[in-house]
């Protein structure tokens, strides 16, 4: 980034400017008002969504990280024109063409979906269009760490709010169905067909426009079907900028327009709108709307906007004063300070470069780690095995990494975490551990526990930001899957973890350990009489598994560590199950 060109808005928590680089490239810049709490957490995040930005319907990310000042910034591309902006020219898209765009942005949604992250702000003012017919999604600073915008809902916000992937399927499908001529309901209304779009994509709209998000589809399927569909190249009625528009930070110079217009708007009931397009100043228009007058515009140095037609969409360029508010009211939520950014304070950004590797460019193929649940004797890896000798050769055993791991946001902190698998191959034991690893102060840190007694992991796979282990489980404390018995006693199993007060958990289907509890052919499970406190590791101060369990029962013939520690498998009064670590007496 080479220089500031003008501001375009602020809110609370940062400020948005226009910027350019040395060749005059138009950007984005935002930075944060307030000093980062985690520099370390908010530029491990900057890289991942600067990685991410390789996906060719993702906004470019250039720059990012923390400047001297201690905030943090984010400098992205831009485009001339956004979704919003099309659909209120005098000739906005196709059917046809909506369709394609939203496909573009599912698609870019699965991919941050995949990588454990969610957007948070998917509407049509942060969906650019290039003039090449370029579809790329924007406004990742909307959710960021350090500088999140507050939440304010809207009419592409899910009834859940933006808790995770299934609310950005919620906010893209909506884009789709206002795009294409329809209204979203504000109660549980059925969501109609419309006309001249094929029933099959209107169907799986009101698929993922469902009120639950857990029967939603995912950004992939709804992909998928709107990229078969044969949708016909209908005529869509130019829209007031009023239906289209979002309470988001600008991702373009040209969006503030119809943003500010939703405020003014949304605030009295007049037709704000319909004066920005006529040319009249915006802030004339929101000082009218707050009743201010000629003379509050006047204080606000507002300058006159022009505008102009660029690629068939609407371009409204326009410079903002200092100090303009507008408070609004926008489906039914209160937002209050909607402003424009003023000139103060501006830092610029240092050189943070990128490409520096969050958790994806960790070498786990050759990483030390401390053995889970065992010895604690620390093991290093070399090309993905490690061997470890004893003078009794019967004590000798091997860890091997198998297969690439899975990265998502374990523990919510905004930067990737990993899931991998190792294989323990002694000489009467054969055994497979999930293990996770944090980002944490720039680099990867070993969770302390780790899922043990699998016979065999299948695959890892991120599902809603929390990864899903496929594959057959035993019970840790057994002969592990050395043996044909032993293999055939495994149960198949899918899970998902995730991180729990700095644990790892399984999360689904019931919370619990990640180890597994399955009873070994020919032994039975015992209950517990005793009163015991289940807890995801095999220690005093681990997370307990908190729940009312009308079962815990332990296999009898299993050891007990030294501690007295063993692995019961708990049963939730509707009948789902999980593994927790509990301590017996005997």
Same mark, same amino acid.
């Given at each position: 980034?080479?220089?500031?060109?003008?501001? &375009?808005? %602020?809110?609370?928590?940062?400020?948005?400017?226009?910027?350019?680089?040395? @060749?005059?490239?138009?950007?984005?810049?935002?930075?944060?008002?307030?000093?980062?709490?985690?520099?370390?957490?908010?530029?491990?995040?900057?890289?991942?969504?600067?990685?991410?930005?390789?996906?060719?319907?993702?906004?470019?990310?250039?720059?990012?990280?923390?400047?001297?000042?201690?905030?943090?910034? =984010?400098?992205?591309?831009?485009?001339?024109?956004? =979704?919003?902006?099309?659909?209120?020219?005098?000739?906005?898209?196709?059917?046809?063409?909506?369709?394609?765009?939203?496909?573009?942005?599912?698609?870019?949604?699965?991919?941050?979906?995949?990588?454990? *992250?969610?957007?948070?702000?998917?509407?049509?003012?942060?969906?650019?269009?290039?003039?090449?017919?370029?579809?790329?999604?924007?406004? *990742?600073?909307?959710?960021?760490?350090?500088?999140?915008?507050?939440?304010?809902?809207? #009419? *592409?916000?899910?009834?859940?709010?933006?808790?995770?992937?299934?609310?950005?399927?919620?906010?893209?499908?909506?884009?789709?169905?206002?795009?294409?001529?329809?209204?979203?309901?504000?109660?549980?209304?059925?969501?109609?067909?419309?006309?001249?779009?094929?029933?099959?994509?209107?169907?799986?709209?009101?698929?993922?426009?469902?009120?639950?998000?857990?029967?939603?589809?995912?950004?992939?399927?709804?992909?998928?079907?709107?990229?078969?569909?044969?949708?016909?190249?209908?005529?869509?009625?130019?829209?007031?900028?009023?239906?289209?528009?979002?309470?988001?930070?600008?991702?373009?110079?040209?969006?503030?327009?119809?943003?500010?217009?939703?405020?003014?708007?949304?605030? +009295?009931?007049?037709?704000?709108?319909?004066?920005?397009?006529?040319?009249?100043? @915006?802030?004339?228009?929101?000082?009218?709307?707050?009743?201010?007058? +000629?003379?509050?515009?006047?204080?606000?140095?507002?300058?006159?906007?022009?505008?102009?037609?660029?690629?068939?969409?609407?371009?409204?360029?326009?410079?903002?004063?200092?100090?303009? +508010?507008?408070?609004?009211?926008? #489906?039914?939520?209160?937002?209050?300070?909607?402003?424009?950014?003023?000139?103060?304070?501006?830092?610029?950004?240092?050189?943070?470069?990128?490409?520096?590797?969050?958790?994806?460019?960790?070498?786990?193929?050759?990483?030390?780690?401390?053995?889970?649940?065992?010895?604690?004797?620390?093991?290093?890896?070399?090309?993905?095995?490690?061997?470890?000798?004893?003078?009794?050769?019967?004590?000798?055993?091997?860890?091997?990494?198998?297969?690439?791991? #899975?990265?998502?946001?374990?523990?919510?902190?905004?930067?990737?975490?990993?899931?991998?698998?190792?294989?323990?191959?002694?000489?009467?034991? #054969?055994?497979?551990?999930?293990?996770?690893?944090?980002? %944490?102060?720039?680099?990867?840190?070993?969770?302390?526990?780790?899922?043990?007694?699998?016979?065999?992991?299948?695959?890892?796979?991120?599902?809603?930001?929390?990864?899903?282990?496929?594959?057959?489980?035993?019970?840790?404390?057994?002969?592990?899957?050395?043996?044909?018995?032993?293999?055939?006693?495994?149960?198949?199993?899918?899970?998902?973890?995730?991180?729990?007060?700095?644990? &790892?958990?399984?999360?689904?289907?019931? *919370?619990?350990?990640?180890?597994?509890?399955?009873?070994?052919?020919?032994?039975?499970?015992?209950?517990?009489?005793?009163?015991?406190?289940?807890?995801?590791?095999?220690?005093?101060?681990?997370?307990?598994?908190?729940?009312?369990?009308?079962?815990?029962?332990?296999?009898?013939?299993?050891? &007990?560590?030294?501690?007295?520690?063993?692995?019961?498998?708990?049963?939730?009064?509707?009948?789902?199950?999980?593994?927790?670590?509990?301590?017996?007496?005997?």
């Amino acid at each position: 980034m080479d220089r500031i060109v003008r501001p &375009l808005g %602020e809110d609370s928590a940062a400020a948005t400017y226009e910027a350019a680089d040395a @060749a005059g490239r138009r950007l984005i810049y935002t930075v944060g008002k307030n000093a980062a709490a985690d520099p370390e957490g908010y530029r491990a995040w900057a890289r991942a969504v600067a990685e991410l930005s390789a996906h060719p319907n993702i906004v470019d990310v250039t720059l990012g990280g923390v400047g001297a000042d201690g905030r943090p910034f =984010l400098v992205s591309g831009t485009a001339e024109r956004t =979704l919003s902006e099309l659909l209120t020219a005098s000739s906005p898209p196709s059917a046809d063409v909506v369709v394609h765009v939203v496909a573009k942005v599912a698609d870019a949604l699965e991919a941050v979906h995949a990588r454990g *992250f969610r957007h948070g702000a998917v509407c049509p003012s942060t969906i650019l269009l290039d003039g090449d017919g370029a579809v790329r999604l924007a406004g *990742f600073d909307t959710r960021a760490p350090e500088m999140a915008a507050p939440v304010v809902p809207g #009419a *592409f916000t899910a009834p859940e709010g933006q808790s995770g992937p299934p609310s950005d399927v919620y906010a893209l499908a909506a884009t789709a169905y206002v795009a294409l001529g329809g209204t979203i309901p504000y109660a549980a209304a059925p969501i109609e067909d419309l006309p001249g779009v094929p029933v099959e994509i209107t169907g799986m709209l009101r698929a993922a426009l469902h009120p639950d998000p857990g029967v939603r589809p995912g950004a992939g399927l709804l992909r998928d079907s709107l990229s078969r569909s044969n949708t016909p190249a209908g005529v869509i009625a130019s829209m007031d900028p009023s239906r289209v528009g979002s309470p988001v930070r600008p991702v373009n110079d040209t969006v503030v327009s119809i943003n500010l217009a939703v405020a003014g708007a949304a605030a +009295t009931g007049i037709a704000a709108t319909a004066g920005i397009l006529a040319g009249k100043a @915006a802030p004339v228009l929101l000082a009218q709307a707050t009743g201010q007058g +000629t003379a509050g515009a006047a204080a606000v140095q507002s300058t006159a906007a022009a505008t102009t037609a660029k690629g068939g969409g609407l371009a409204l360029v326009w410079k903002i004063g200092i100090g303009v +508010t507008a408070a609004a009211v926008v #489906a039914g939520a209160a937002v209050v300070g909607i402003q424009v950014a003023n000139d103060e304070g501006i830092a610029a950004p240092p050189e943070v470069s990128l490409s520096q590797p969050p958790m994806r460019g960790v070498d786990f193929a050759s990483i030390s780690f401390v053995e889970p649940n065992r010895s604690g004797d620390t093991i290093q890896l070399a090309a993905g095995t490690a061997e470890v000798k004893h003078e009794n050769v019967y004590d000798d055993y091997t860890w091997t990494l198998k297969g690439d791991p #899975a990265y998502a946001d374990l523990d919510g902190d905004a930067d990737l975490d990993a899931v991998l698998v190792m294989e323990h191959l002694a000489y009467e034991y #054969a055994g497979v551990y999930v293990m996770a690893w944090l980002w %944490e102060d720039g680099k990867a840190v070993q969770a302390p526990n780790a899922g043990e007694g699998m016979c065999a992991v299948d695959g890892l796979k991120v599902v809603d930001g929390l990864v899903q282990v496929t594959g057959k489980g035993l019970n840790p404390h057994r002969t592990g899957c050395f043996y044909e018995p032993a293999k055939e006693s495994a149960v198949e199993e899918t899970f998902t973890v995730g991180m729990r007060d700095g644990y &790892l958990a399984q999360i689904a289907p019931a *919370f619990g350990s990640p180890d597994r509890c399955n009873a070994f052919e020919g032994t039975q499970l015992v209950d517990v009489l005793e009163p015991v406190t289940p807890r995801l590791a095999p220690k005093d101060d681990a997370p307990a598994v908190e729940g009312e369990f009308p079962s815990i029962a332990y296999d009898y013939g299993e050891w &007990l560590n030294s501690d007295g520690w063993t692995n019961a498998r708990l049963t939730y009064p509707d009948e789902s199950v999980a593994c927790g670590w509990i301590k017996l007496e005997h």
